[in-house]
């Protein structure tokens, strides 16, 4: 059975979140965020949330399904444009201070809407919803653990698949294929990099064969049900050389070093921290460039950000990557990249 | 032969465009924008273009690739955050005025690099790439002509397919596989409704079988070598009501007023006006809630917007979709969906 989506803490959530800031309203511009609230998806919608009031407003390409399916808001058809609608509301409902999604609006939207609407009325804010997103509840884990469990078994065949001679996108093709054949997408083109070619993060996958004798980085992820997940595997194939095996062995145990950290109210960045002076100690610091790990959930990036630049402290129910890598140009690059669930006591593996 | 996209012309378009605003550098941060101006992808890169420099600035995980492949570009490796190493850019090239896309660039971060660059240095500006984009060359032209042959042999396909019975998520799904196949992706979740599901504009696919004596919504498009194309159509199944007849027959003639009116130098609210008054004058007038078309190429939707605000002209190699329509709430919608090229006299229906 279908786990089902509990909304009615979400909106009493976010208007704690107001009271707190100061806010008499909020306006939702992140499509994700809106179909957080409330189980629809935002495309070109916004809301406006007050102390009393919810509004959806849309215009006439989704107004009927907004009408047939967005529960309990009162759904406000633009005629003219949505911030005039908007606007009018804001006027109606005496509005004072209006937080709205800052790394979301555009700078043109929001100084349109701060002459339309009056500045000083509306309040920049970040990451608002997002960290109340950061925490999941136990329907959105098992969505996400649904979402996993397809992707290992993409994975598996994807493995399977995966000779001597076949060409990375090839493999990578069958990936979105096998996706969208179990009802999901894939959440980001699949990454399937042999050899010198894995030495780029994002590597794009290329039409030559794999060789044998080398070593293959499959990075996939669906979104399935509105749920992402994602994983990084190493595949070897034949015999591998002893500097693959020695970096292998450093990223694995840098992430066994992270995992151990993971409880809650541990500094994000000390879990950055654990995995990133391993990999310093062994003298691959400059080739480990990025974060160590997202946040996944509805988007395939999202909070909690895993770096060395993260204040905050770890929640049960958050679910983010673990995923030190080494990228040795022209040799090529390792990343292991597993999906944890903070638990009250410690976390899961959810990849395992 | 794959026809090859000539780059040369693009900057120095855009530098021209810079001497005319009186800005000495602009900063280019939409992901197509940029790979239009350098043909490689710009997740997560910027472009920073002054009168005598073009700095691709990215971070680790594009370094490599983007070493290899973004030719005749000082690339910039990002070590702290990109709008730090920006700064130092614009700081060492002692810039004065910078221009940025204002309808691009989240107000959040605007204000951040005001903050760092000096605020008065910052130009916001709308649709500058956008503009130049919407004028196709041959190649651009030749590669729509490819994108719009699979999209139609993916439609022909469904339309075979399309049986009373069939679902319209498994035809839509179908559509998806099929563009992956050919090596392109769907550019939008394609619309596939039957009856009074088609009375919404972006109708989602349902799980219940076609009706026979019925009209069907095929709504589909691909991007296939980073060109898109999208294209409507109404398919019957067995007998259909003299009222789907008397709308049909209204929406067809109002595609045909527009694509009458359309060459050079004409006004773009008066392509969307002569479609839009011959609807209002059959009575149906608040039934065609949506502009008349959209641009399309390296994004699905892009300028030229076909509306009644749409203050520009035409111009020879723009290419667009017409599709008026009629939304019947309960009862079901007409939309009819071509692509033009605007050619020296006048245009050509490319998806004919």
Chains 1, 2 share one sequence.
Do not use: W
Request: hydrophobic share 40%; proline share 4%.
């Amino acid at each position: 059975m279908m786990p089902v989506i509990d909304y009615s803490g979400r909106i009493p959530s976010l208007r704690k979140g107001l009271v707190k800031r100061g806010l008499d309203a909020f306006l939702v511009t992140n499509e994700t965020n809106i179909s957080y609230l409330c189980g629809f998806p935002g495309k070109d919608s916004v809301l406006l949330l007050t102390a009393k009031e919810k509004y959806f407003i849309t215009d006439s390409r989704f107004i009927e399904e907004a009408q047939e399916n967005v529960k309990d808001f009162n759904i406000k058809l633009v005629r003219a444009s949505t911030y005039e609608t908007l606007c009018a509301l804001i006027k109606k409902s005496a509005l004072k201070k209006i937080g709205f999604e800052a790394m979301n609006l555009p700078y043109e939207v929001a100084c349109r809407l701060g002459k339309l609407a009056g500045r000083q009325k509306l309040q920049p804010t970040k990451d608002f919803i997002e960290d109340l997103r950061s925490v999941k509840d136990p329907a959105e884990g098992e969505l996400i653990r649904r979402s996993i469990r397809l992707t290992k078994k993409v994975l598996a065949i994807t493995i399977e698949r995966a000779k001597p001679g076949v060409a990375e996108n090839v493999l990578s093709r069958d990936i979105e294929l096998l996706f969208i054949k179990n009802g999901a997408r894939a959440a980001f083109e699949p990454i399937v990099a042999s050899g010198a070619n894995s030495s780029k993060p994002h590597a794009r996958p290329g039409n030559t064969g794999i060789a044998n004798n080398s070593f293959l980085m499959i990075d996939i992820g669906c979104s399935l049900n509105s749920y992402n997940s994602d994983l990084t595997r190493m595949v070897t194939l034949g015999r591998v050389s002893d500097r693959f095996k020695k970096i292998y062995d450093i990223v694995r145990k840098a992430q066994r070093l992270a995992i151990e950290k993971i409880k809650p109210g541990v500094r994000i960045s000390d879990v950055d921290s654990a995995a990133r002076r391993y990999i310093q100690s062994r003298g691959f610091g400059k080739y480990f460039g990025h974060a160590l790990g997202h946040g996944v959930g509805m988007d395939i990036h999202e909070r909690p950000n895993i770096s060395k630049c993260s204040n905050g402290f770890l929640r049960p129910g958050m679910i983010f990557t673990v995923e030190p890598a080494i990228y040795l140009p022209k040799f090529g690059g390792v990343r292991i990249e597993d999906m944890v669930l903070v638990t009250n006591s410690g976390c899961e593996i959810l990849t395992a």
